[in-house]
């Protein structure tokens, strides 16, 4: 095995933006030990047997030459036997007494409102990262380490992983060092990330066709069978925008058994794909992109096609047939990996790779994990024409977030799975990790459940990335049609409004590309509340929205499923039922199958592509913009070219609650890159003003149209605010309709809810009503939203 070269590889470079070694005046140094002040809460420490220290990247820090913040020092000790130092920031204290990591001599503390100590070695503290893969976890999983915590303090060992060169190669550690990075930010929750960004580097911004439906099933699909599919997908206006094509796109069951099993594979099997080009050239014409998996660990055997081209160049005469082994430590391997095996089916129209990694975590180099290889060396590939680059791969540890899309493993078919999922993503943002996607609906073992698979692909929804996923098994399927009308309905819904969300997402997206994930725990809203930690399965879905799914079967009574949720200060209005809720409180919320609880903070602006705009990979002629009118606020829709995310353009959406006006205006940037000419459907949540002209109104809501020229803007001037808040009477009717249970004490309970008294009235009579009490809670829910007038 070869592990240098003299020549640089295309695929070996440094990361991009990579700068590791830091300013000297951001650091301090005794004979074995340093620190680097990185930010005024984030201090590098390392200790050295031999005196030297470590100034390559290394997985997880790619950048220390950053800004010097201000700081002190004092030695406290004498300078020869004693070498004690304190380093003291605008945020924290460093006390080391230059000697190996003890309890007693490397201590941190934060300083001010959120004043804490950390001492080495103490039991981590922290509310948890994220997990390489969910593979046949059922339910729950300890999670890795974050690094945010209540206390304030954590801290990051990186004295194990591996190191890149000057020259983007793999490098490793001297034995006997340690380099740990302390993170002391009390609850500054987004200054910590920020910190952890600034050093481990920015996450992927993605394309903008990875945001909406996936398509993905294990499944022998041939060209033509796949194309139906998707041409039936089009029919039922169910819109895809990412094909996956799992492991039998390769050949699998037609490999000569002398050569083990079809595992790994970079041969298209004839006999289901006859002409690859042109299947991928139908799917890119239907809007669509493809991914195809990736199973590396067997390496390149002799049936491949390719397999002479990667013989020769790995110095094998193909002749022999002997098998070339998966190393990416070798650098001639790693060049005929992607130059011979991956480029030329990029060139058939391959858009990025799903790399299925299993299969451990070493190699032949110590501490060099081969999925980090993976991820590291497939992202540089696929960015090699100065575009973002796209993966979609496993996590690796801390610095994964660089590496686009994370695919969690084969989630086990069961709600107690469903129920882990919405915390599992949300937490991941405390690592810096955005874009988790899950196998939704669930992969493998468990029973048929509609209820389940609706369920989950609500969630998925409103989740990172939606990819709708089953395993090789006819009974495990994820076709609308394949389920009854009920959640047939529901499940079609769902994928309609995710690729309705597409300009949002695509938003948070570039957000999420400056620090701020898309899906995050609600204590990073508000960190200083106990009671935002008491929800681990609400979260916030970018600027927005809050959204709480629901992970649990329905009552059979009253025929909905419960979310239990905590809503910070404000009102919040459900974007699907139109009730309004009042903050700063817990409330069980109760749906239906049809829809899941979806909430617009107070004076929100949440931009939707027009019903009709299904396709994911272009920016739209036409939106809906849905309002929650009680406050005045904005939201600025980011677009780009694809190929070019860097070529944005930037559009303001301001809702003026004062005097009533929603202004459109002039958008900035890279015009081109959208419709000239745009049609807006406003749509606020509330009652209009008398007098007011309207394109549409329902019970919740009204809407009025407007049209903008891109470079010039719009006004929409209503003729008076609109009033907040709907009558629960008629929803309540409703959920009494429906419910499975006595005519008699359902009327009861109707002349109850009809009076006209105060609510507090009504919903205290309800008490005395025979009503189970899983009805009785939906009906108080309602009650005790904002109706109208109230504030």
Do not use: C
Not at 82 to 87: G, L, T
Not at 577 to 586: K, L, N, P, S
């Amino acid at each position: 095995m070869t592990t240098t070269s003299p020549a640089t590889l295309p695929t070996v470079r440094p990361y991009p933006g990579s700068d590791p070694v830091a300013d000297p005046a951001a650091v301090v140094a005794g004979e074995r030990w340093r620190v680097t002040v990185l930010d005024e809460g984030t201090f590098r420490i390392e200790w050295s047997d031999d005196g030297a220290f470590e100034d390559r990247a290394s997985t997880f820090a790619i950048r220390r030459r950053l800004p010097v913040p201000e700081f002190r020092v004092e030695h406290t000790g004498d300078g020869r036997h004693d070498d004690s130092v304190v380093i003291t920031t605008a945020r924290a204290r460093l006390r080391y007494d230059g000697r190996p990591f003890s309890p007693s001599g490397l201590v941190v503390e934060t300083i001010g409102r959120d004043a804490n100590r950390w001492r080495w070695g103490q039991e981590p503290r922290d509310l948890g990262g994220t997990g390489r893969t969910l593979d046949d976890v059922d339910g729950r999983m300890p999670l890795e380490s974050g690094i945010l915590a209540r206390d304030g303090i954590t801290a990051l060992d990186d004295s194990e992983s591996f190191l890149f060169e000057d020259d983007g190669w793999i490098g490793t550690r001297v034995p006997g060092r340690r380099d740990v990075t302390v993170f002391a930010y009390g609850r500054d929750y987004d200054a910590a990330l920020h910190a952890y960004h600034a050093v481990s580097g920015a996450p992927s911004l993605l394309p903008r066709w990875a945001l909406g439906n996936w398509w993905s099933r294990y499944h022998p699909y041939s060209d033509t069978s796949y194309l139906a599919l998707m041409d039936r997908f089009a029919e039922e206006r169910l819109p895809f925008s990412v094909a996956v094509i799992d492991m039998d796109w390769h050949r699998v069951g037609s490999v000569p058994p002398r050569f083990g099993n079809g595992w790994t594979g970079y041969s298209w099997e004839p006999s289901l794909f006859a002409d690859p080009a042109a299947f991928l050239g139908e799917l890119h014409r239907r809007g669509m992109r493809t991914t195809l998996n990736l199973h590396p660990a067997d390496g390149v055997r002799a049936f491949e096609d390719a397999y002479p081209e990667v013989a020769r160049a790995m110095g094998v005469d193909p002749e022999t047939e002997q098998s070339i082994p998966f190393d990416l430590t070798d650098r001639r391997f790693l060049q005929a990996y992607f130059e011979l095996l991956h480029r030329p089916l990029e060139d058939q129209g391959v858009d990025f790779w799903w790399i299925d990694w299993q299969q451990g975590r070493t190699t032949s180099l110590p501490g060099v994990d081969p999925l980090w290889l993976l991820n590291h060396f497939h992202l540089l590939d696929s960015g090699r024409d100065g575009g973002a680059g796209m993966t979609f791969s496993r996590y690796a540890g801390p610095g994964s977030h660089r590496y686009a899309v994370g695919f969690s493993g084969d989630a086990v078919v069961s709600w107690a799975s469903l129920a882990f999922q919405p915390e599992f993503t949300a937490t991941a943002a405390n690592i810096g990790y955005p874009w988790w996607s899950h196998d939704i609906g669930g992969h493998t073992r468990g029973i048929r459940d509609d209820e389940l698979a609706t369920r989950w692909v609500q969630f998925g929804v409103f989740s990172p990335i939606m990819r709708l996923h089953s395993a090789n098994n006819p009974f495990i399927r994820k076709e609308p049609w394949a389920f009854p009308a009920e959640a047939r309905t529901a499940i079609g819904e769902a994928l309609r409004f995710r690729h309705r969300m597409v300009p949002y997402l695509h938003t948070m997206n570039h957000r999420a590309a400056a620090g701020t994930a898309v899906v995050r725990p609600l204590y990073h809203l508000e960190p200083r509340r106990d009671e935002a930690y008491r929800v681990p399965n609400t979260y916030a879905f970018g600027s927005e929205l809050l959204v709480a799914p629901i992970v649990e079967p329905r009552d059979p009574v009253s025929l909905h499923g419960t979310a239990r949720a905590w809503l910070p200060p404000g009102t919040w209005t459900d974007v699907f039922t139109g009730t309004v809720y009042a903050g700063d409180r817990f409330v069980d919320l109760h749906r239906t199958l049809d829809t899941v609880p979806v909430l617009l903070r107070d004076g929100g602006v949440l931009p939707l592509a027009a019903a009709d705009e299904l396709d994911a990979t272009v920016n739209p002629a036409a939106f809906e913009v849905l309002v929650a009118p009680g406050a005045s606020s904005s939201f600025t829709l980011v677009e780009d070219r694809e190929g070019a995310e860097a070529d944005t353009v930037e559009t303001r959406l301001e809702w003026d609650h004062r005097r009533a006006e929603f202004r459109v205006h002039a958008a900035e940037g890279a015009l081109d890159a959208i419709p000239a000419h745009r049609r807006w459907r406003i749509t606020f949540f509330a009652a209009p003003a008398e007098g007011q002209h309207l394109d549409a109104r329902s019970a919740d809501r009204f809407s009025v149209d407007l049209s903008a020229q891109t470079a010039t803007g719009a006004v929409l001037a209503l003729v008076g605010a609109p009033v907040v808040g709907i009558d629960a009477r008629e929803a309540v009717r409703g959920v009494l309709e429906g419910a499975q249970t006595g005519n008699p004490e359902k009327l009861e309970a109707w002349e109850v809810v009809s009076k006209d008294v105060p609510r507090a009235d009504r919903i205290v009579e309800l008490g005395t009503v025979g009503l189970p009490d899983s009805l009785r809670d939906v009906v108080v829910e309602l009650l005790g939203s904002v109706h109208p007038g109230e504030p």
